[in-house]
């Protein structure tokens, strides 16, 4: 019996647990309507610590349906995943190659382990204040004697996809291991709209969070292995150190579920979604002035739709909220040149026409808008390092004026959010160009998160 069923079977059956959790089968506490299947580690429903019955056979399934040796269960999102694969690939004295558009979790694994990370910087996309691909040619020239592995996130979050089978060529002949963080890619291998996946691109850990693109609760994710460059034990004792030792059956379930879906309806569901979403790149020809960003030269994941606003006659912070307030309709993201919506198979034709009028609509309006908004585009730069991530995160520091803070060694992460990418990590140097676009981000109001001092009147750098 799968998963899902024998908890539903276990519910039904009404027993009385004298175990944890303690709202006891939602007898009491929030959200109480759901709690009957939020069980513990009780006779037959095995331990994902050391899976050895009922969740064992479903990460089997789990990792024949993504097409991957081994796959593991995480209930604290990709992140734990990140942190666990970087763990147990390398320490303090190895280089791991970064792509410098990593997620912020990446940065953590860098501070847990110590590893010193090579930083390589994405291609620019021309008038876009987002990252493009990394090419083989950048990994090539990242490599050194010393280095363990690389990680690179593919697809981004904007849905730019890196070419994973030429690097993973060129990496595995150096014995190297390729991590890659397809987060935002767990649905891509569903329907070949969609490049292919790290996995299909020979990848040797690929993390992917469900619960972004498939229809599966937040903090639920997936790491998959393949080959024999991964040392399994290691990363198993590394996922049960980052990973809690409570980890909720309603999660794991969750994604229990979201498997049998994909087996059962995938076929049919993911058609009536890749119809609409072409059909939604098709109207989006008709607009004048916002522009849908197709594939441009680069492979993309097209579930992400990017709206383009050109000459910043609004920014997608500002489209963002006229959507809110006048069509009913959210974002996953507004920033300063362009917004984010997040597409997946459980939307629907409804949806997509919502919001192909409203954008439609907001689009004709823009002909008489002659505020121009005006930001500089965010130039994307590699940092200098001074100090590792994890010599710089356990120094000594002080807290000093922002404004004074040119050429100094950051002490803390200068994070915008979304999408969760470090502009400054610690033993990073404050240059004066990275100033200026913390003032641009200030300026638009994005979120800046993991400092100290939220407003950055002052700044943690190293003494
Ligand atoms: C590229 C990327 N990687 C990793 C993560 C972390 O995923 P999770 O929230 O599932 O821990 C995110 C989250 O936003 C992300 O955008």
């Avoid at 002949?173 to 390729?178: A, M, R, T, W």
């Avoid at 639920?220 to 198993?236: E, P």
């Avoid at 629907?348 to 026409?353: A, E, H, L, N, P």
Wanted: aromatic content about 8%; charged content about 20%.
């Amino acid at each position: 019996m799968e998963l899902w069923q024998a908890l539903k079977n276990h519910s039904q059956q009404q027993y009385y647990p004298f175990h944890m959790p303690g709202h006891k089968a939602g007898r009491l506490g929030a959200f109480t309507e759901i709690l009957s299947q939020d069980i513990t580690e009780i006779t037959d429903f095995d331990n994902l610590h050391k899976p050895e019955g009922i969740l064992l056979q479903s990460q089997k399934r789990c990792a024949e349906l993504f097409g991957a040796e081994e796959s593991f269960f995480l209930v604290n999102g990709s992140t734990s995943g990140i942190l666990s694969s970087i763990l147990s690939v390398c320490s303090a004295k190895d280089e791991i190659i970064v792509a410098r558009n990593c997620h912020k979790s990446v940065y953590s694994a860098l501070v847990l382990s110590g590893a010193k990370p090579i930083y390589i910087l994405p291609e620019n996309i021309e008038n876009a204040d987002f990252l493009g691909s990394i090419t083989l040619e950048q990994i090539q020239k990242a490599v050194t004697k010393n280095t363990k592995a690389a990680i690179i996130t593919s697809p981004t979050y904007e849905g730019i996809t890196s070419n994973i089978a030429e690097i993973s060529d060129f990496l595995h002949k150096k014995n190297i291991l390729l991590i890659v963080d397809e987060a935002h890619g767990s649905h891509m291998k569903f329907h070949n709209y969609f490049p292919k996946t790290a996995l299909q691109q020979n990848a040797d850990i690929v993390i992917q969070s469900l619960h972004k693109t498939l229809p599966c609760p937040t903090q639920t994710a997936v790491l998959h292995i393949q080959g024999n460059r991964v040392n399994r034990n290691k990363l198993k004792q590394c996922l049960s150190m980052v990973q809690t030792s409570s980890p909720s059956y309603l999660f794991l379930s969750a994604i229990d579920f979201c498997c049998h879906w994909l087996e059962k309806e995938a076929k049919n569901a993911f058609e009536y979604y890749v119809q609409n979403l072409k059909w939604f790149y098709e109207q989006s020809k008709y607009w004048k002035h916002i522009v849908l960003l197709n594939e441009a030269g680069y492979c993309r994941d097209k579930s992400k739709l990017i709206l383009q606003l050109p000459q910043r006659q609004m920014t997608g912070i500002q489209l963002n909220d006229i959507l809110i307030k006048k069509y009913h309709l959210i974002l996953e993201m507004g920033y300063l040149s362009y917004a984010i919506a997040m597409t997946s198979p459980a939307d629907t034709k409804q949806g997509f026409d919502m919001l192909s009028k409203a954008i439609t609509q907001i689009d004709a309006e823009i002909c008489g808008n002659s505020k121009v908004m005006s930001f500089p585009k965010i130039q994307n730069i590699l940092p200098i390092l001074k100090y590792c991530p994890r010599q710089a995160f356990f120094a000594e520091k002080k807290q000093i004026p922002f404004s004074k803070s040119q050429g100094q060694i950051c002490g803390e992460f200068i994070i915008p959010y979304p999408p969760g990418i470090p502009l400054l990590a610690p033993g990073e140097v404050i240059t004066k160009q990275i100033m200026k676009q913390i003032a641009v981000l200030q300026k638009a109001n994005i979120s800046l998160v993991g400092c100290h001092n939220n407003t950055l009147n002052t700044i943690e750098v190293i003494s």
